[in-house]
Each structure stands twice: as C-alpha cells, then as structure tokens.
C-alpha cells in the first residue's frame, strides 16, 4: 500500500513541481538573450515568484519519496511505472496552463510512455 | 530565418543540451555515489551519513553542476515552450542513453529495449511535429 502512495506521490508532487516551474518561466516570458548576465537576471526574477519555489518544494518533495521507493522497489518496477507522470504531465498542462494538446501530441506522449516502459523492461 | 522557425530551432537546441547535461549528470552522479558506497537507505541517519560522504567526492560535485546547468536549460526552455512539448519531447534521452551505453561500452542491448528505443524515437518525432507554443504570451 505505502509503494503505492508514495509512486503517487512522486508522479503527482513532480508533475505538479514542473508544472508550477512552468508557470513561473511563463510569467517572466520568452528569454532572448543568453549572455551570463541576462540569465541571471533571469533567475533572480524567477526567484521572487512563489511559482517557482512551490514548484521547487514540491519537486523535492517528489525527489526524496523516489529515493525512498527505490529503497524498497526495484528500479525496473519503479522507473516505468513514472513514465505515467507524461500523461498526466500533458493533463495538468492542458488543465493549468491551458496548453492545446492535439490528437498527434497525445499519440506522441502515448507512444514515449510505451517506450519507456519497454527500456525498462527489456 | 522567420520568428516561428527561430523558436522551433531555439527550443530543440536546448532541449538538446537538456538532454547532454541531464545524462552526464546522472552518470557523474551515479558513479561519483558508488564510489563513495552509496546511500543505505535503511535509517535516516545512515541515509544522511551518506550523502554527506558524497559530497567529498569530485564526480558527485561535477554531477550536481551538470544537473544545475540541465535545470537553467528546462527553466528557460518553459520561459516560451509548452509544457506538454518539452516534456514528451526531452524523453529523447533514454534513447540517446541506451544508444550511448550499446556504442560506447559496449553494453548489451534486447530487442525489447531496441523496440522501446524506437517507440520513443517516433513518440519524440510525433511531438515535435506540434507547434512549441499554444498558448499566448501573458502580461
């Protein structure tokens, strides 16, 4: 039961992290220069939106219950079953970021979720 | 070169470096923890005890700033890409790793992983066949 709650754990507290991580890059908007400098500005003003260290938290969060279920899991059990963390991905992102998910980027993030279950079981 | 094609271009190439410094930081990390006997996880103060001993090694370090250099490239990759895009798309890496681990040490590789390299190949080839922004720029 526990593995169970904490794989749930780790696939939605890091799909959530990431998702919060985007919000933040999004509201700072598309980076045009790549110079030292203006990257950290960049990350000095990602820094001061709560989106990002929400995000952070919760990817840590997400970080330590893996390495936690990895204690008790195998890594061929554990791994493949994450890869679900793309579907979700791209429901959350449709859900919160109001991304358009076409039928074509579905069969893609399908097909990567297959794929990387097949790696890891092969 | 139009604004659209610069974008699409912009987002594969750091998508790409996400890819090289995410692998290089987990290998870097990987060995650098084995080398130092890795962590137990069977107590918390055995857990702590070693990963401060991994911070007295050089690859752990190497590692850990690879996989900072990986999550600037992802930060700023998402300041414009879709989320649902660069996620799918960045999964491109258990491709190249498998690929990698065959050509360069020579590591044995089943059909079955063979076929996932593929699915994925074409998973990755579907998704970035959509474009990299459906959603409007806000402010």
Known sequence: MRVWILLAIVVLAGTAGEISVTRAMKRIGEVHQFNPRALLKVLGRAFRIGWMWLGLALLAMAFFSLLALLSWENVSFVVPLTALSYVVGALMAKLFLKEKVDRIRWMGVLLVVVGVVLVWVG | ?139
């Open chain 2, 1 to 139: 070169m139009s604004i659209a094609r610069r974008v699409r271009l912009k987002t594969y190439v750091l998508i790409v470096l996400m890819v090289a410094f995410g692998a290089t930081g987990d290998v870097l990390l990987g060995k650098g923890m084995r080398e130092t006997g890795g962590i137990a996880l069977s107590s918390p103060a055995l857990f702590i005890d070693g990963i401060i001993r991994g911070f007295h090694n050089d690859l752990v370090w190497m590692g850990i700033f690879s996989l900072i250099f990986f999550f600037l490239c992802y930060m700023l990759v998402l300041s414009w890409a879709d989320y649902s895009f660069v996620s799918p798309a960045s999964a491109i890496s258990y491709a190249v790793v498998t690929f990698l681990g065959w050509m360069l040490l020579g590591e044995s590789v089943n059909s079955t992983r063979w076929l996932g390299v593929l699915v994925i190949c074409l998973g990755v080839f579907l998704v970035g066949h959509t474009p990299t922004r459906t959603t409007p720029e806000i402010e």
